[in-house]
């Protein structure tokens, strides 16, 4: 036990250090508006630098990453079926769909799966 606690604190310490002196030895101590805008042939800038970024896009990417990672998670549970008993898998994977279901349920009242509102 206090090994792992000295090994944690250590860890703690060592990655605050690195952090400050990450910070006190930058280059970019001084933040300018102007160094900050974009630049544009030495005019101010006509248009945003960023366009605009539909976030409903941005949702239904994520929602696919997620099932998608998901899936991989599913696929193991195949061969572990003849591995172990079908009472304790059969558990484990109504556990899991379950879940699934509940977040997709979830995201449905949401509203995060309608495309156009």
């Known amino acids: 036990m206090k090994i792992m606690l000295t090994t944690m604190i250590t860890s703690v310490m ?3 250090l690195m952090m400050f002196l990450s910070k ?10 102007e160094k900050l805008s974009p630049f ?9 630098s ?24 599913i696929l ?3 061969p572990i079926f003849k591995m172990s008993s079908l009472f304790y898998w059969l558990i484990s994977f109504s556990v899991f769909i379950m879940l699934l279901l509940m977040g997709l349920y979830y ?4 509203g995060v799966l309608k495309w156009a509102t």
């Open 107 to 110: 995201e449905w009242n949401e």
């Open 76 to 78: 193991p549970l195949i």
């Open 24 to 33: 006190m030895i930058s280059k970019k101590k001084i933040s300018d508006r």
């Open 14 to 16: 060592i990655a605050t």
């Open 40 to 48: 544009e042939c030495g005019f101010n800038p006509q248009t945003h």
């Open 50 to 73: 960023r366009l605009p970024f539909s976030i409903q896009f941005f949702l239904i990417s994520m929602l696919f990453l997620i099932f998608d990672i998901e899936i991989a998670l």
